[in-house]
């Protein structure tokens, strides 16, 4: 083989050596960029589901010392828990968040509520305190057991 040759031919697996460096170098900056952003996803998601579990025990306890109306708890707690546990919501004591959940979602709460008729809004939250009454009981029992209860 003449010399030339060769020396062409070692160029050539250098180049490609040089070549598949790079090729390896940057492909891992770029997986660990990956990861680390995945690192940061996880880690913001873990705090997220944290502070959502903060606040239904937030809400619990302000069920049980009666600083809020059941129904808005049962819906905060609900629509948390949505996030959180979604299976608790199937389960007694917790089903009651989701069934009176189901009873007042469709009453208009915020803006839309400013903008119903007095009468209207009035008749709405005799139907909500009459439900609030009637479950009062199984709120506080359901208050009182997702406080203590160990969210994994």
């Known amino acids: 083989m003449p010399q030339w040759l060769q020396w062409s031919l070692i160029v050539l697996g250098l180049a490609?050596?040089?070549?598949?460096l790079v090729f390896i170098v940057r492909h891992s900056r770029l997986?660990?960029?990956h990861r680390r952003k995945?690192?940061?996803a996880q880690a913001f998601q873990a705090d997220r589901r944290d502070s959502m579990i903060e606040s239904i025990r937030?809400?619990?306890?302000?069920?049980e010392e009666n600083q809020v109306e059941y129904s808005e708890a049962c819906l905060r707690i609900k629509g948390l828990l949505d996030h959180v546990a979604p299976e608790l919501l199937e389960?007694?004591?917790?089903?009651?968040?989701?069934e009176i959940h189901d009873q007042i979602q469709h009453m208009p709460t915020h803006q839309a509520r400013q903008q119903t008729d007095s009468r209207f809004v009035r008749k709405m939250d005799e139907e909500r305190?009459?439900?609030?009454?009637?479950?009062?009981?199984?709120?506080?029992?359901?208050a009182t057991a997702i406080r203590h209860h160990r969210f994994d």
């Open 16 to 20: 490609a050596i040089t070549l598949l």
């Open 31 to 33: 997986l660990r960029e």
């Open 38 to 40: 995945e690192d940061r």
């Open 58 to 63: 937030i809400l619990a306890m302000a069920v």
């Open 91 to 98: 389960q007694p004591p917790y089903q009651v968040f989701l």
């Open 129 to 142: 305190f009459a439900l609030e009454q009637a479950h009062s009981d199984a709120i506080r029992r359901a």
